[in-house]
Every structure is written in structure tokens, then in C-alpha cells.
């Protein structure tokens, strides 16, 4: 049955009312779902409703059975992964951008949409201080936008035959031994083969060694190999580190190779003056990728993209159908030739609001605030004598174990014991990693919510624990 305007108004104001509540509340719960598998499937009904029912108890349903199994990402002691932080102006937009259910393919389908894409995107890449005529899309995720990357490269490299003809002989990717899993999966989906993704070492700082890169792109050479595109990571997945744009975009120069850059997490720092030195050499890449989603209270999903020569990438992804066809295609922007979907949400609308309702000073505040409480951690951590610093800590993110001496694997086992153990109480999310081999844990401060006293009660936990375990 058609749910009448009485009954969606009312609701509507006690959703708002709910996650109202929802972020004051959030303290309470536990912050990673505790079900088990299965849990959730077993209390829904095996097949479903043949008569509509009552949003009432729909909603009550949602309570009680979804509740329970999710993991609160937006909790104020989320330490886990990267954040996914979203805010209140991205929610209204978001309710905004549902209730208009427009879907934005082409500027004809909403050319709001498409202007505002275009237009947020340039105040963006103002923001981070990207090149100047770098043209922003939005992408659903920094993976599809670093597959995008990928296939641009490889057709970049083939003359845009490899659309036509398909892959005629190897084509090489290169990236650091710490670059991000979406690597290998675009550069699997992309056609280039994993055996042609060259895993370049690291330094202490677990940053890519450009000369061990220049090697590798000389020696796939000799052996006939076509070097292609290189991935440059600002902000390691596992440990934030910082992969030297400057000397890798020389070397990309020199070779003719595509360099696109990874900045999922990290990207969002460069609105700071103080960060800014991450993009030092940027003006030599050809397509950069940033989310929003993760560090820029936008909600999932949003994946701001930029690249250098627009031609290359619609050339690589235009199509044109008759159905398709207006009479304005060359006046102006028609984002479904920018990337691999046909159909878009419109997503510029909640980036237009958060970036509206902070302002510029407003992010870059919290953005400041992040790292501070991140470097106050890094302090105690660094002071303790049963704990280890694991990396750098040039963002938000904190790498860490516990050591007391015993050798590398009961190190290991220890820590593993010792994350579970932090973990259980239900009162903090934190993750792990491999860094050169060692479990090591990761604490990522970046949740809006996320209060100095939260980083406090995180890092009392921490010892506690500790002392328990070592004891
Ligand atoms: C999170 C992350 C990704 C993947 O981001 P999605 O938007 O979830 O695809 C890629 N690269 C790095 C460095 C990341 O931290």
C-alpha cells in the first residue's frame, strides 16, 4: 500500500529524531557488533511480506534485529581501518538527494548535478592545492577510480588500440610493496595480469624507493616489457606513509609512464598549509584520487578523481548510443564517458553542503585537531617501555605493538592476544596490520565524534590490558 504523506512526514521527523540521538547515544554501545554468523539472517522471516506492513513495525524491526548486528562507525572511540566519517549537513543532503531520486548521466538528466560536480570538484582540488586544470569526476570509491586510472593508462600506452584489439603484449604496473589491495584488483580487472604488478621495496619509513622503481622499470625494458603506469600511495593503508612524488614523477617522465596517485585517506591533510609538502611533485601526475568519504565528513560513498588530460579518459570510456544523444553534447559534460558506471547518484550535492556548512577553516580545524590528538598518542606510546612505535606518524594514524622483549613470534601471538583482548571490551575498535612482517596495531584518530577524553580512555584501556596480559 502506498504509505500517504501523514504517515512519511511522520516518520520522517522521527528518523531525524533518531539519528539525532543515535550520535549522542553512541557512547553506549558496543562499539563492533558482537553477533555471531548467521545471528541476524535468523531472525528474519525466510520468505517475504505478501501484504505490506505497518512502518511502525518495520521500524521497530530495524531496532531490534539490524541494530545489534552493526558496527558503529561513527562511534567517538572508532579506531578501526580508516574512518568513514559522515556529518550532519552530508546526512540532510543525502535525504535531499534521495527524496529528488534523480540519477545523473548525463548533464541532461540534471544538469544541476552535473554543474555542481564539476564546480564542488574544482573547489576541491583549490583545497588540496592540486594543478591547475586538473578536471575533477566523482567516483564511488578510490578503487573504482584507480581501476579508471588503470585503464586509462593502459590505453594511454597503446595508442587506444587495446579497447579496440585488446591487450597485445605486456603492459607493467608498478607500485610499492605497502600500496593499497585495490591494486592488484584493477590491475587484475584491467587486463594488464598480476604477474605484470611489480612490487617495489620500501624504506624505513615504509615510502617507495624511487631508485629501486627506476630499476625495475629498466630491466622490464630490457626484457621487452612496456612499462605503463606507476601508483604512488600518499598514505599507506597500513601505515600512512608517504611515497615520494617528486623523484617518482621524474622517473615516470623520463620512461613515458602514467602516474596516478593514491591519496584514499591522506589526501584529505593536503587542505592544511603544514601537509601541503605531501604534494610536492603532484604537477606530474596524471590522475589523482582522494575520498572524501573517509576523511572530509562526507557520507560513503564519495571518491573525489582528478586527472590532467580529460581527453584520455573519455576517449577511453566514451560511448554514444542513440538513446543518449542531445543536441548539447558538445557544450557540455556528460560524466557517464568519465568512468565505468552509466547511471550516478548525486553525490556532489552532500560535498557541496559539508563544504558549505564547515567552511574550509571548519575542516581544516578538525582535520588539525586529528593529528594533534594522534601525536599525543604517539607521545605516550613512544614513552612506555612495554610498547613499540611501529612507523612514522605523519597523519592520524598510529602504529604500535606491545614489546617486552620476547622474540618476533611470541611478539607476534602477543599482539594478536593483546588487540583481541582490547577489542572485547566492546569500548574500542582498533585493526591490525603487517609492517616488513610484524603484527602491528593500528589506532586511526579521525571520526568526527572523536574527543581528546576518547583518546584518553583508548590509551588507559590500552595499558590496562597491557598490564594483564604481560603480568
Ligand atoms: C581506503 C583506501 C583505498 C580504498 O578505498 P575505497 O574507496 O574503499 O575503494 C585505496 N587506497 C588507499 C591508500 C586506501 O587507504
Redo the contacts with the bound molecule.
Keep these: 500500500m502506498e504509505m500517504d504523506k501523514k504517515t512519511f512526514r511522520k516518520f520522517g521527523y522521527k528518523f531525524v529524531d533518531w539519528v539525532t540521538d543515535y550520535f549522542s547515544e553512541l557512547e553506549a554501545y558496543p562499539v563492533c557488533s558482537r553477533v555471531k554468523p548467521g545471528d541476524i539472517r535468523d531472525k528474519l522471516p525466510p520468505e517475504p511480506p505478501i501484504h505490506g506492513e505497518s512502518m511502525d513495525k518495520i521500524f521497530l524491526d530495524f531496532k531490534e534485529v539490524i541494530l545489534p548486528g552493526i558496527t558503529h562507525w561513527q562511534h567517538p572511540s572508532w579506531f578501526a581501518y ?1 574512518p568513514a566519517s559522515n556529518s550532519p549537513p552530508s546526512i540532510l543532503a543525502e535525504l535531499l538527494t534521495a527524496g529528488m531520486g534523480a540519477q545523473c548521466m548525463i548533464w541532461q538528466t540534471s544538469p544541476a548535478a552535473a554543474e555542481l560536480e564539476e564546480h564542488v570538484l574544482e573547489w576541491l582540488r583549490q583545497m588540496l592545492g592540486l594543478p591547475e586544470g586538473m578536471a575533477g569526476v566523482i567516483q564511488d ?3 573504482t577510480a584507480t581501476l579508471v586510472a588503470l585503464l586509462t593508462a593502459r590505453e594511454r600506452a597503446t595508442d587506444f588500440e587495446s579497447n579496440q584489439k585488446g591487450i597485445k603484449r605486456p603492459l607493467v604496473v608498478y607500485a610499492s610493496e605497502e600500496t ?1 589491495s ?1 591494486i592488484e584488483k584493477g590491475v587484475k580487472i584491467a587486463g594488464y595480469g598480476k604477474e605484470n604488478l611489480r612490487y617495489i621495496a620500501t624504506d624505513d619509513s615504509l615510502a617507495m624507493i624511487p631508485s629501486e622503481l627506476e630499476e625495475a622499470v629498466e630491466k622490464d625494458k630490457e626484457r621487452g616489457l612496456q612499462p605503463a603506469c606507476v601508483v604512488a ?1 600518499l ?3 597500513s601505515s600512512t606513509a608517504v611515497d615520494p612524488l617528486g623523484p617518482i614523477g621524474e622517473i615516470c617522465q623520463r620512461h613515458g609512464l602514467w602516474l596516478h596517485v ?1 591519496a ?2 591522506a589526501g584529505t591533510a593536503a587542505i592544511l598549509p603544514e601537509k601541503k609538502w605531501i604534494l610536492e611533485g603532484v604537477e606530474n601526475s596524471d590522475s589523482f584520487v582522494f ?1 572524501p568519504h ?1 576523511w572530509m565528513l562526507t557520507n560513503f560513498d564519495c ?1 573525489a578523481y582528478y586527472v590532467k588530460d580529460p581527453g584520455a579518459l573519455i576517449r577511453t570510456f566514451e560511448i554514444h548510443p542513440e538513446y543518449l544523444k542531445t543536441g548539447l553534447d558538445e557544450q557540455v559534460k556528460n560524466f557517464r564517458d568519465w568512468g565505468i558506471q552509466l547511471g550516478r547518484r548525486f553525490r556532489a550535492l552532500k560535498l557541496w553542503f559539508v563544504i558549505r556548512s564547515y567552511g574550509v577553516e571548519g575542516l581544516q580545524r578538525i582535520v588539525r585537531e586529528h593529528i594533534r590528538l594522534a601525536q599525543m598518542f604517539k607521545g605516550w606510546v613512544g614513552e612506555h617501555n612495554n610498547f613499540e612505535l611501529m612507523a612514522p606518524v605523519e597523519f592520524s594514524l598510529v602504529c604500535f605493538r606491545l614489546n617486552d622483549g620476547r622474540d618476533e613470534d611470541a611478539l607476534d601471538g602477543l599482539n594478536r592476544k593483546f588487540l583481541e583482548s582490547l577489542n572485547q571490551t566492546g569500548k574500542v575498535f582498533l585493526t591490525h596490520t603487517a609492517l616488513k612482517g610484524k603484527f602491528t596495531i593500528r589506532l586511526a584518530i579521525a571520526s568526527r565524534l572523536t574527543q581528546e577524553r576518547h583518546v584518553r580512555e583508548a590509551w588507559e584501556l590500552i595499558k590496562e590490558k597491557a598490564e594483564e596480559l604481560l603480568k
Aim: charged share 10%; no cysteine.
Design positions: 580508516f570509491t578510490a578503487s593499497h585495490s600511495t598514505g599507506t593503508t593514491d584514499a585517506y575520498n573517509k571518491s
